[in-house]
């Protein structure tokens, strides 16, 4: 499974964006999806997932209500949209997909197989 992450760049705060994960290789179409991101001088931390058929969706408290995660199985991508961006929310953003195996809990980032690039995202005036 390779995973491509696009969207990323600079926003302004209380701006919006829109990140987008493509897969190839292998059908993600069964696998869960999540975004994970990592700010500056910090570990890895979930920000979002959805479950393989998109029913169900997870979200961090530093996003809830602000972030939609969504997929396509047809276009096999998945989406991030962040609404009302804030500074802390600068951090690259990597898509991974959850391993086969079954096992999966949405913010365990041990629970991922499968991970891509990620994507730069800025926030600032």
């Known amino acids: 499974v390779q995973l491509q992450a696009f969207g990323g760049g600079l926003a302004q705060p209380g701006g919006s964006l829109r990140l987008s994960c493509v897969a190839s290789?292998?059908?993600?179409?069964?696998?869960?999806m999540g975004w994970i991101r990592q700010r500056p001088g910090r570990a890895r931390e979930f920000v979002a997932a959805v479950s393989w058929s998109g029913t169900s969706s997870f979200y961090a408290d530093s996003v809830k209500g602000r972030a939609t995660i969504s997929r396509d199985n047809t276009k096999s991508t998945v989406y991030l949209q962040i609404q009302n961006l804030q500074r802390e929310d600068t951090a690259v953003y990597y898509c991974?997909?959850?391993?086969?195996?079954?096992?999966?809990?949405?913010?365990?980032?041990?629970?991922?197989?499968?991970w891509g690039q990620g994507t730069q995202v800025t926030v600032s005036s």
């Open positions: 290789g292998q059908t993600c179409s069964s696998l869960a």
């Open positions: 991974a997909a959850a391993g086969d195996g079954g096992n999966w809990s949405p913010d365990e980032l041990r629970d991922y197989a499968y």
